[in-house]
Nanobody
Framework: QVQLVESGGGLVQAGGSLRLSCAVS????????MGWFRQAPGKERDFVAA????????YYADSVKGRFTISKDNAKNTVYLQMASLKPEDTAVYYC???????????????WGQGTQVTVSS
């Protein structure tokens, strides 16, 4: 059983930065692709970024490309989402997910964390 725990969310002003972390237990990161998704109130859960099991493949949503960076530390079994130049429209609950293959689709991810709130004020 894979367990995911997100941390690092909070309140930040527009233009600021945050780094989200996702601690993974039960499996090593080398066996799963990892993704970050977000869900704003009243909206569907949207893809943000994904990284392959080896870490050489990364995907980003167009809305965050150039501002967000996904990375992983297999030794620490942790995935990160570095967010910069944050905008009010980035406000959402951010979820970490593990699955296969490396994908933008929520259906390809079998394991999900509980989420962490990110609020960007204007």
């Amino acid at each position: 059983q894979v367990q995911l725990v997100e941390s690092g969310g909070g309140l930040v002003q527009a233009g600021g930065s945050l780094r989200l972390s996702c601690a993974v237990s039960g499996r090593t990161l080398s066996t799963h692709a990892m993704g970050w998704f977000r869900q704003a109130p009243g909206k569907e859960r949207d893809f943000v970024a994904a990284i392959g099991s080896i870490g050489t493949i990364t995907y980003y949503a167009d809305s965050v490309k150039g501002r967000f960076t996904i990375s992983k530390d297999n030794a620490k079994n942790t995935v990160y989402l570095q967010m910069a130049s944050l905008k009010p429209e980035d406000t959402a609950v951010y979820y970490c997910a593990a699955g296969w293959p490396t994908s933008r689709r929520t259906g390809d991810y079998s394991y999900w964390g509980q989420g962490t709130q990110v609020t960007v004020s204007s």
